[in-house]
Nanobody, 125 residues
Framework: HVQLVESGGGSVQAGGSLRLSCSAS????????MGWFRQAPGKVREGVAS???????YAAESVKGRFTISHDSAKNTLYLQMDSLKSEDTAMYYC????????????????????WGQGTQVTVS
């Protein structure tokens, strides 16, 4: 049974930083594509960033240069360091796991991921 648990969300002023964590159990995350998605009220869920089994990273244009995805295989944990936060980053952030390599240029498609966390809220004012 795969379980993903996010933490680290909260409220922050514009320009501030937050670090999200996603602790995984029931699957060895070093053999999976791991990603962060977000969904704001009234909007579709969008891919934020993903990291592949070989460490290759993917990120949405809107977060490049501000957000950094990383993975600690020893802890089976995924991270998202978010700097220079903007009000438009406000959303529920979800951790996702794909039971194979990332889908290349289609990494951002939520349908390609098999397991999801419950989400953690990020509010930027």
């Amino acid at each position: 049974h795969v379980q993903l648990v996010e933490s680290g969300g909260g409220s922050v002023q514009a320009g501030g930083s937050l670090r999200l964590s996603c602790s995984a159990s029931g699957y060895t995350t070093s053999t999976a594509c791991m990603g962060w998605f977000r969904q704001a009220p009234g909007k579709v869920r969008e891919g934020v960033a993903s990291i592949d089994v070989d460490g290759r990273e993917y990120a949405a244009e809107s977060v490049k240069g501000r957000f950094t995805i990383s993975h600690d295989s020893a802890k089976n944990t995924l991270y998202l360091q978010m700097d220079s936060l903007k009000s438009e980053d406000t959303a529920m952030y979800y951790c996702a796991l794909r039971r194979r390599r990332c889908a290349g240029s289609h990494w951002y498609l939520s349908a390609g991921y098999n397991h999801w966390g419950q989400g953690t809220q990020v509010t930027v004012s």
